[in-house]
DNA sequence: ATGAAAGCGCTAACAA
DNA sequence: TTGTTAGCGCTTTCAT
């Protein structure tokens, strides 16, 4: 490394000929100083190329004007979504993001939790792939700002956005029941997790509204993973090549890609031959034949809604803990046949 | 906020009954302390939930073990595979990323480079879309650290990761050439930036050694954008509906992705109709048809070689400073007709 | 309007 | 092996 000189505030108020309590104002333009001093301060900060040092301003003001985002899975569309309706209203405010993946591994979820701890980051968003409510409970306890999203952990005194898993679910597997299906597949994801359940819970409701009994066969666990996905659905689909369901639901989009590819690659067509539908949708769903019929998660409107929840709690303005939950649309397009 | 109340190494001293001296060194496990006092300050540690302040540690040591990635377009997954690349190397390490999108926007850069310079990261990956060598070298003289990747800029003393784009792009070109096409049109990207002006070239080349005219009206600019390219692809389509190019060449993948949604949109069929190829692959590239044919990025391979340079300058080991070259190769599909 | 000085939480040089 | 203490760069209270 070259020359590191670091210029501090110290050297221009040297420069500049006053105390360092002046070039301080002056930065921050909070307290009056006179006009005189302003400028020899300006002049002193060009000249010696002076930047603050945002990690003393932070010791001192305990505040980092950092925001921690932890997801699963940094590859899916959907929490690259979220992060950047996050992104849209905290980045006007100077606040930076920290995005992490856990490849949803509860050790790493904890590391990287401890890690923005110890950074002192004003507030985390945390898509936890985990349901352990003790260690996120020690860390709330520790003065850490944690708001949750997409999955929920009942019983934590803390803010949530999350979608409605179960009625969206209940409302699109009716509908296919509407369009004639009776032999109905699902892809479940983690089950351990709130959203998975959910959406099962949603599933199974709607069978049992319309009487259609829960084909074993025809469930498999794709743990919100599409090579899992993939896997699991060729070898269901395999090992069902003389009756199979008439339609298949993917808990959500990566396992959507996963299923497809799986029936692709089984030379089944869809609709003709299998219908598919999707919690979420796919990337690049235009490019896609034929194109699928969906529940549309609107990600990006989820982490405005964490962003603004988390400036009103900075600016102390929250008392009580909100629940917020996204509403979902069920979008039809091309992938399902009516029988 | 509830009770924010910080537990410092002073508290943790005071319990255990020894110096803050003490418990920094076991903390850090870095100078030798008893087995007694270890364990009464382990004890502490733990009834207070004590966590180690890392701001305070950063302001000491002059090292925030934070990463700054400032790139053109978040949602551009190439961005995000050289992301995961970098993460893999440095985040076993103890590094965060903070991971920025500039928006194509040369102001929006400007700051975000300031926000990270305050923020004093110990390094920043930057894939710039701007040839802006004045504010960069600006940056650099306050004792920034910065490798530069994707993108390059002449006369500066940076590390740099790049691709072989003008080599990658002639072989390709030359490719169709063997396949017999003559009537090859290109989807420029951001002329002001080096890719897209490598790029170009080595398409310039290509078409020049076998005395084929490039034919203007067959070229237009996408800007890197898919919506951009999509229109401006259209639009030309349009107007040579009657003789139309045999190929078309997008300059990256987001490029590709609008290129053939307006091919689609024209109904015309790749390839039967017209031939395309990409600087770069489109994501979900497996569920697409047909499968395009490319030159393959190796974006991740990138990122890690990228993060080797940061930690091998930050543990001091290199003096001079290197240029990477990424080899990129072609990957051949079925999205060229032999004519 | 300005300056002196305390102190944010931590590390490390020095002394014991 | 342990404690004392200076100081990292900054903000802010208090005095002037």
Redesign the interface.
Known sequence: ?I?????TIKQVAQRANVSTATVSRVINDNYPVSDEAKEKVQKAIKEL?Y??????R??KC?K???VGMVVPD??NNYF?DI??GL?SVISPL?Y??????TDENTEKELKLL???????VDFVLLASSTQNSDKLE?FI???M?IIMIDTSIDDLEIDLVVEDNYNATYKIISYVIGEGHRKIGIVNGIMEVSTAKERYKGFLKALENNNIEVEDRYVVNGNYNRKKAYEEVKRMLQKNINDLPTVLFAANNDMA?GT??AI?ELNLNIPEDISLISFGD???A????PRLTIISQNAELMGQKAGELMIN??E?NEEDYHKVIIPSEIIIRQSVKSI
Chains 1, 2 share one sequence.
């Open positions: 490394m020359d590191d000189k670091m210029v190329g930047r603050p040092n945002g990690i003393a932070s010791l305990n980092t004007y950092m940094i590859s690259m992060a950047r992104e100077g930076s993001l920290i995005f992490c993946s401890n890690a923005l701890n110890e950074k002192r020690k306890k520790q003065g700002n890609e497809m590819l692709k796919i990337s690049l235009q490019l896609i034949e709690r900075m102390g």
